[in-house]
């Protein structure tokens, strides 16, 4: 017999889970709905955490995705700082990391992922850093002062904006990234040329096409990086280390649970796992694409996990609604608002348009004569417009496309 009970238990306190919760009870759920989070703090946003949480500009508060009176006004049980060790899919019930079980009606996985760890010499110093959370956070924020040598080790999105505060902050920030380029994993070389330049405008230097293979103590200070050391034998001095090399989807909970496992945690189009009384939602599972004709990916993306959330909320209202959003993305770098829809993996040719201002950037990816993605730069019009070219897979005149004189609307209304 269970410690505890509700008819739905949410693991996963972040954009997902918070939005299941809110959606069983805009959708009519009467029953219990229980929340449970391995952090001390309600569902909160995370994009800001890498710029305006870590600038200072945003508060705890500030970055809660919902007010703690609407939980429970809305009658869903919030379980803060608790663990769950495993699943018993048997006795419907979890494991708890203080010992008690906690039963569940139906199940929903919204385990996130963590920060990929570098495992190589001196990976255990102090002032190597990660980040996923308000606590990685707070723990950056105090070497996080003008003068400080900052090395960020991983040139995507989170390297890219924690780089842009720290430059707007006085810290010396240099980036190693092993790739020949920055976004190399989900961006064409067009937007990553025009982020090197923008970064090294601002004073971010930029090793790339470099490894690295350990941190070095700093004298005097054991314990504590000093040096991070490169692949080709360059030492380079570091206050304070950011590791920023991906994410791991936590998948360990489910697959010890004996679910079907893939990239992720397999689900269906409805968020339904191999258990048919456990779903799944976010950037830890698989799921088909239908903007990829079925295609299983597995997305790392706040809309992503907020969309499958929708989904699951309205399989568990028996209103089933089956996925069928387009991938989007963002990302704010100084004065930079980048937009991104749709996945340019096998694009066969890229269409760049003169940006409105000097600071914009707007490149289209096609495939067959379709648009099948577009990042936009401070360039919310051709966004807007991109957005509903790639989600109908629209045939589009590419010489038009390019011409600036050619309003994007017209692109619309040429594909009715």
Known sequence: MSDK???????????GGSEVSSRLRQGGFTGTIALLGAEPYLPYQRPPLSKAFLAGEMTVEQLLIRSPESYTKAGIEWHPSTVVESIDRTTHSLRLGNGEAFGYGKLVLATGGRPRQLTIPGSELQGLHYMRSIADVDALRPGFVAGAKLVIVGGGYIGLEVAAVAVKHGLDVEIVEFAPR?????AGPELSAFYEAA?????VKLRLSTGVEGFDPAPGKPG?????????GTVLPADLVLVAVGLVPNIE????AGLAMGNGIVVDEFTQTSDPDILAIGDCTEHPLPF????????ESVPNAVEQARVAASV???????YAAVPWFWSDQYNLKLQSVGLSHGHDR??????RTPEGFVAFYLKDGRMIAADCVNSITEFTAAKRLVTEKTIVDPAALADPAVEMKSLLAAKV
């Open 316 to 322: 568990l209202n028996g209103q089933p609604k089956a």
């Open 350 to 355: 890229v269409v760049i348009r003169p940006a």
């Open 199 to 203: 970064h090294r405008a601002a004073g």
């Open 182 to 186: 920055v976004l190399a994993r989900v």
């Open 292 to 299: 990829l004709d079925g295609q299983r990916v597995r997305l």
């Open 5 to 15: 009970h509700a008819d739905v238990v949410i693991v996963g306190a972040s954009h």
């Open 253 to 256: 909970l489910a697959r010890d």
């Open 224 to 232: 504590h990086v000093g040096a991070v050391r490169c692949a080709d």
